[in-house]
């Protein structure tokens, strides 16, 4: 595996999958290479270089653990603690299993908080309200008992590390994490609505270019440039940009030793970091997952690491303890995801065995028209489900086809789902082109019934229909 190589390949993918521009970078026990492709915004010149800071999406994530696990080293914390002794936002929780949501639970997606709680902007812009506003909602599950993938949980954090430090998250993880490792801060809420940073004061990175990022529509030709926006009180889950390059640098701040730098030099925190959290089940994400860290099945091993997403960027990273080997691909279109499927694919024939969580999709059910969702064989899988703010309906589609099944939720996303055997299924967007979603149906276990989807590790709960 060459770098020259490596970079007509990453070309290549990126014309084939309508990617406007790429950063890919791969760090080995013997040697790395970085490579760019392409440019920043379609129908623009400027070039995509090593430098340039593409939008994160939830990898950020991964940055806030290890913030949060440098103050459980500093003692500042513990894992178990009670996040209401911190935030008194969650004194007077309308629901009494709040006051059991432990930092550990935060960090793993076992909290039961639901996935993405929007307040009105006067919350959204300050923490301390968010964290308020989010004691209210209520918990989908007992805490510690089941995963369901939680913005608001990283939310939270975010306003912990405030209580904690008598810091901004940004400000705190500007200087216990990204400067540590020689990192330039760039953050996507700092970006106007087009994308365009405001500048290099609000950037915080003097002449970092960040990526602009697009929409690939299914049967059209190219990419459009989309806005990008995320509220403030949002950067702890989704609020990091950077390169490719930088990604490596964290991600060996993790493999530490001969492999790169401790940031957290603690190797028993460390290890907690990477344990697998045993309630915790993300199907249809990865294979599974510790604190801040997914865990991805390959034949050396498991490889740690995070993807992410933005309405228009992806960011892709993935690292091997054991080998010191450690992989980071960053995209500005929603393609992205399918771009890094076929780079692990190259990546492997080049004898890079990168983990990908890719569990075997049984055969699909025979539509009959009618009842049962519209399979022969299946519960009734329509109706309407729900996780805090977002709900998702599942009904028949009004096309020709037979049987034929569609879900939708209240932000414009539709697709066209596919029952599987096992309640399986899969979910293909008809409003952009992405790799399509894996999930599936969870049945009460008293009743049979089908009482819950899960889709992208989040678990929502089924409506109760209304008597008639």
Not at 146 to 174: I, P
Request: hydrophobic letters at 40%.
């Amino acid at each position: 595996m060459t770098a020259r190589g490596m970079a007509d390949r990453l070309r290549e993918l990126a014309q084939q999958h309508s990617v406007p521009g790429a950063q890919l970078a791969v760090h080995g026990p013997e040697g790395g290479l970085s490579v760019a492709a392409g440019v920043v915004r379609a129908g623009e010149p400027d070039p995509v270089t090593p430098g340039t800071a593409f939008a994160y999406g939830s990898v950020t994530k991964a940055f806030t653990a290890a913030l949060v696990a440098r103050l459980v080293a500093d003692g500042d914390l513990e894992f178990d603690d009670p996040v209401g002794d911190y935030l008194a936002e969650f004194e007077g929780a309308e629901d009494s299993r709040m006051a059991s949501v432990t930092v550990r639970n935060l960090l793993s997606h076992t909290s039961g908080l639901v996935a993405d709680h929007e307040p009105d902007d006067s919350e959204n812009l300050n923490p301390a309200r968010y964290a308020a506003s989010a004691a209210r909602t209520g918990i989908l599950y007992e805490p510690g008992t089941a995963f369901s993938y939680s913005n608001t949980g990283y939310v939270l954090l975010g306003r912990l590390v405030e209580a904690v430090t008598d810091m901004t998250w940004q400000q705190a993880v500007e200087r216990f994490v990204l400067h540590p490792l020689g990192i330039t801060p760039c953050f996507t809420a700092a970006a106007q609505p087009d994308g365009r940073p405001h500048g290099a004061e609000r950037t915080h990175g003097p002449g970092r270019t960040l990526a602009g990022v697009h929409v690939v529509r299914p049967g059209v030709e190219g990419a459009d440039p989309v806005g990008l926006f995320l509220p403030p009180s949002w950067a702890p889950a989704a609020g990091l940009a950077g390169s490719a390059e930088d990604l490596l640098a964290f991600a060996r701040s993790h493999l530490g030793g001969e492999h790169g730098s401790d940031l957290v030099a603690d190797p028993v925190i460390r290890a907690v970091l990477r344990e697998r959290v045993p309630a915790a089940d993300p199907f249809g994400m990865a294979d599974g997952w510790g604190l801040g860290l997914g865990h991805y099945d390959s034949p050396a091993g498991d490889w740690l690491g995070h993807d992410g997403t933005v309405d228009g960027g992806t960011a892709h990273l993935r690292f091997h303890p054991e080998s010191g080997t450690a992989v980071a691909l960053t995209t500005n279109a929603t393609t992205g995801t399918r771009m890094w499927a076929d780079l692990v694919d190259e990546l492997r024939r080049a004898g890079v065995p990168v983990g990908d969580s890719r569990p075997a999709v049984p055969p699909p059910l025979a539509r009959n028209g009618a009842g049962g969702g519209g399979v022969e064989g299946a519960p009734d899988v329509l109706g309407d489900y729900r996780n805090g703010d977002t709900s998702f309906a599942v009904r028949r589609t009004a096309n020709s086809v037979p049987g034929a099944i569609e879900f939708t939720d209240g932000s414009g996303l539709r697709a066209d789902l596919t029952l599987h055997e096992g309640l399986v299924f899969t979910a293909r967007r008809t409003d952009a082109d992405e790799a399509p979603y894996l999930g599936r149906f969870v049945t009460d276990r008293s009743t049979g019934r089908v009482a819950a989807m899960q889709l992208a590790g989040r678990s929502a709960l089924r409506v109760p229909a209304r008597s008639a």
